[in-house]
C-alpha cells in the first residue's frame, strides 16, 4: 500500500524534532534553560580571554570524610597506593589492621574539620579522628610534608590498590595474609 507524500513526514524530520526537544530540556549550571540564542554560532566571541591556569576552576579528584560528615575534606593530587600497616597502634586506633593512602599536605584540604580531633600517638606521630562518631581518619608524621588518610574514608577509591603490608612483626595470629604483595617486618619507606 503507497502513503500518501501529503501524510508522509519529510526525510530527517523525526530525528530534527528529537533533537530540538533534547536540545530544549537542557540547563545551564545557572539554572537557566539553553536557548536557540546560546548556540555556538550565535555567540559573541570578540572579548572572549583565552582560558589560563589561574582562570580554570581546580577539581577535586577525592573527596571524604568520616561517619556523620563532622570532617569532610577534598584531595586535589594523586593518592599514594594503599598501604596496610599491621602495627600495634594502627590495629588498636582501627580495630583491625589499617589501610592508609598518602598525599601531600598542599594538596588536601578540609571542607568541614567542626569534629576533628588530633591524639599524639607517639613522639614521632599524631592521629586525627572524629570526636562525634569516633571514626579513625589520619595518621601524620610529625614533620612530613605528607598526611596519611584511612582509605575507608575516600568516597572513591577509583586507582587506586593495595601494594605492600608494613609492621608484619606485629601482625597477630587471628588472621592470615595469603596475597603476593610484599611484606615487611616494620615501616618501610614508603610509609603510612
Not at 614521632?124 to 589520619?138: D, I, M, N, T, W
Request: glycine content about 8%; aromatic content about 10%.
Amino acid at each position: 500500500v503507497a502513503k500518501s507524500k501529503k501524510n508522509t513526514p519529510a526525510l530527517g524530520a523525526d530525528y530534527s524534532n528529537k533533537m530540538r526537544s533534547r536540545y530544549a530540556e537542557k540547563v545551564k549550571p545557572s539554572g537557566k534553560i539553553y536557548t536557540k540564542s546560546d548556540r555556538r554560532e550565535n555567540r559573541v566571541t570578540g572579548d572572549m580571554k583565552e582560558d589560563s591556569k589561574e582562570n580554570k576552576v581546580k577539581e577535586a579528584r577525592y573527596q571524604g570524610g568520616c561517619l556523620c560528615g563532622a570532617v569532610k575534606f577534598e584531595i586535589y593530587g594523586q593518592l599514594r597506593q594503599i598501604i596496610n600497616c599491621h602495627c600495634g597502634q594502627c590495629r588498636r586506633t582501627h580495630g583491625h589492621y589499617a589501610a592508609y593512602s598518602s598525599v601531600e599536605k598542599t594538596k588536601f584540604q578540609f571542607i568541614s574539620d567542626t569534629g576533628l580531633k588530633w591524639f599524639r600517638s607517639s613522639d614521632k606521630a599524631r592521629r586525627g579522628f572524629c570526636q562525634e562518631c569516633g571514626a579513625s581518619l589520619f595518621y601524620e608524621r610529625i614533620g612530613e610534608k605528607n598526611i596519611s588518610i584511612a582509605a575507608g574514608m575516600l568516597d572513591s577509591t577509583a586507582g587506586l590498590k593495595t601494594i605492600s603490608h608494613i609492621f608484619m612483626i606485629d601482625k597477630p595470629d587471628y588472621y592470615l595474609i595469603e596475597d603476593e604483595l610484599p611484606k615487611y617486618k616494620q615501616y618501610h619507606e614508603n610509609g603510612l
